[in-house]
């Protein structure tokens, strides 16, 4: 299928006329065909089509303005495909006539995956951030703030005895749809009850010593049916299946196996002896879905990071979208958003973020790189000290880098100055304090509760440790305070990226297309926030009014009801 590009049409008369008389005073999508013509052209998406082949039957500008309003509205592929053929507002911002007869909506499909396969829908959130920036809605080197939030993956959480079971049964679905024959010949009949229904109909034994044998089991058959398609010399299409490799990763991740002639034994893996979070597949259905806890929430899919524009006089605009393993930190992704901004010249000067994405690397690397004021709360420091409220911390002490010694609250220096690296590989130094003169100190108590060995400290290279000594002086100012305040807006984002555009819930499998999804959000959310912006509208500033009880009420007490409720 190739695409020929060709001139955007014109908006027929018909629907002009039509859209006119359903909507006098303009609506949603007539602004932003008014505002923002098209939007989108066919060049734009020239190099996801080959250059032969049939012309396409639905122009690509047509699809992404679609897609984009399919997520203003919440809609599936059928009900956005419906919405073309019937909605007066859609066929007037598409150049529809009336009696236009839409599309299928497996179309929409098509041009997702071709946007995932070429990384491209990017392109639909930039295009929009660029008319922004022509109409001076996008201040240069503003304030922006950025926050993450949990993303449910589009399966149902599975244990481990589930687990296992699903990627088995998984398995056998997929080499039976390749080659039932094959099937056929190899597998035993009792697999065909096991293995048939879904894991979520089992009834699984609730004693442990029958699941401990269930899982084992389980996990026999698995290898059993690697070892058949290892032994065929004529298997190497079925040994090739997306599902036979996820099998053997899932058995290498739970099950240990000895194949020593004497010592067979299978044993299923302990929780201490399993992959880390970070590496551990939770379902065979999506193999990118992890499992992370975030305080009192747990979830298994994947965290987005939102960031958006916050200067007064100027609309709120989503600028980037990042969307990774639910098992990421956020400070790694800090420096990973900021050198996105930076490609797309899109670059804050102020950057408002909570203290998970404040560490040292951060606020170093974003001035020195970028030139970014990093606004944010440190962590505060793990020391036992600081965790119980007194004592002699890390602030504690004096630091003279070039003579590398450190100085005690009681005027004792250091005697060892050791550079190295932390358990992450991160470069530290170590400092430690004269055995003998810290057994005399009379202040011991208040700063180690070692008995024996002298007080010791670990800080980071001096840029780093100054970087983080000035973000921790500086939260404490007022003016501080002040300007972090404006960071809580994100929070109102979040609130209405998952109320309305349903942010927290993946519709689709995989990383790549969740990520896509969110991009998708973020335009449809800078859509309707602009719009909003233009009409005068301010998003979530509406209170319920009072009822007709409150009116009821003696005047001074209606008036006070009524001004809580927002009426006047």
Not at 4 to 13: C, G, H, V
Not at 339 to 362: E, F, I, N
Not at 446 to 457: D, V
Not at 465 to 494: D, I, M, N
Request: charged share 25%.
């Amino acid at each position: 299928m190739s695409l020929r590009p060709e001139p955007l049409p014109p908006i027929p008369d018909v629907t002009a006329a039509a859209m006119r008389a359903a909507f006098p005073k303009g609506n949603l999508y007539v602004d932003l065909r008014t505002e923002f013509g098209t939007l989108y052209h066919d060049q734009l998406f020239a190099d996801l089509y080959p250059p032969k082949g049939r012309p396409v039957e639905v122009a690509p500008w047509r699809l992404a303005l679609v897609i984009v309003m399919q997520y203003i509205e919440g809609l599936t592929d059928r009900q956005a495909a419906d919405a073309v053929r019937r909605c007066i507002d859609w066929k007037y911002a598409l150049s529809l006539d009336l009696h236009d007869p839409g599309f299928d909506f497996t179309l929409l499909h098509d041009f997702r995956e071709r946007l995932v396969v070429h990384e491209a829908g990017q392109r639909l959130l930039d295009t929009f951030l660029a008319a922004c920036k022509s109409h001076g809605w996008i201040k240069p080197r503003g304030t922006q703030r950025t926050d993450s939030t949990h993303v449910l993956a589009a399966l149902r959480r599975l244990y481990y005895l589930e687990c296992v079971q699903e990627a088995l049964r998984h398995a056998l679905n997929q080499l039976s749809e390749v080659n039932a024959a094959w099937v056929r010949q190899q597998v035993p009949v009792a697999w065909y009850e096991r293995y048939g229904p879904r894991a979520e109909v089992a009834r699984f034994p609730k004693e442990t010593s029958k699941r401990e044998a269930l899982a084992l089991q389980i996990g026999a058959d698995g290898y059993h049916l690697l070892e058949w398609l290892g032994a065929d010399a004529h298997a190497d299409a079925l040994r090739q299946l997306p599902a036979v490799e996820i099998l053997r990763q899932i058995w290498v991740q739970h099950y240990s196996r000895c194949t020593v002639p004497g010592l067979e034994v299978l044993r299923w893996r302990s929780a201490d002896e399993q992959p880390p979070a970070a590496l551990l597949i939770q379902s065979p259905y999506d193999v990118e879905a992890r499992y992370s806890q975030k305080r009192e929430t747990q979830w298994v899919g994947y965290k987005v990071h939102l960031s958006e524009t916050c200067d007064a006089g100027q609309p709120d605009v989503i600028t980037q979208v990042s969307t990774t393993l639910a098992t990421t930190s956020d400070f790694v992704m800090a420096p990973v958003i900021q050198d996105d901004l930076a490609a797309r010249d899109l670059l804050p000067g102020t950057h408002l973020v909570d203290s998970g994405y404040v560490v040292a690397d951060v606020l170093v690397s974003a001035q020195t790189h970028h030139q970014i004021d990093v606004v944010g709360p440190p962590l505060s420091s793990s020391s036992r000290q600081q965790r119980d409220g007194h004592g002699y911390d890390l602030h504690a002490f004096g630091i003279d880098w070039e003579a590398q010694q450190a100085q005690c609250p009681q005027g004792q220096r250091s005697v060892k100055w050791t550079p190295g690296r932390s358990q992450t590989g991160e470069s530290v130094i170590r400092i430690r304090f004269d055995r003998a003169t810290c057994r005399a100190c009379p202040t011991r108590q208040a700063c180690t509760s070692s008995p024996e060995a002298p007080r010791q400290l670990t800080v980071k290279p001096q840029v780093y440790h100054e970087a983080l000594q000035a973000a921790r002086q500086r939260q404490e100012t007022p003016e501080f305070r002040a300007q972090y305040a404006l960071r809580a807006g994100v929070e109102s984002t979040l609130s209405q990226a998952v109320r309305r555009f349903d942010l927290r819930q993946s519709r689709y499998i995989g990383l790549a297309r969740t990520h896509l999804q969110q991009v998708l959000t973020a335009t449809a959310m800078n859509v309707v926030r602009v719009i909003a912006w233009l009409r005068g509208q301010l998003l979530g500033d509406k209170k319920r009014p009072g009822g007709r009880f409150a009116r009821l009420a003696p005047d001074l007490l209606a008036t006070e009801a009524l001004a809580a409720a927002g009426v006047t």
